[in-house]
């Protein structure tokens, strides 16, 4: 047996399906690119969170 302890925060999604690979990443990538600039997301012109950032957010497990 082989001890892959990962530290909590670390990003290794070895044993996670390709989907779920494939949507993480594409919600990081949502994430940074939709950005709060004065209250309002700067790729959709939403009020910020936009629709978009808090999909992705929902995603990625954030609070
Ligand atoms: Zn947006």
Do not use: K, Q, Y
Request: glycine letters at 8%; charged letters at 15%.
């Amino acid at each position: 047996m082989s001890s892959t302890a990962t530290p909590a925060g670390a990003t290794t999604p070895d044993h996670f399906p390709p989907e779920i690979v494939t949507m993480l990443a594409t919600a990081r990538a949502e994430i940074d690119r939709h950005l709060n600039s004065g209250g309002r997301c700067v790729l959709c012109g939403e009020p910020f969170p936009c629709t978009r950032s808090r999909l992705a957010d929902l995603a990625l497990g954030a609070p």
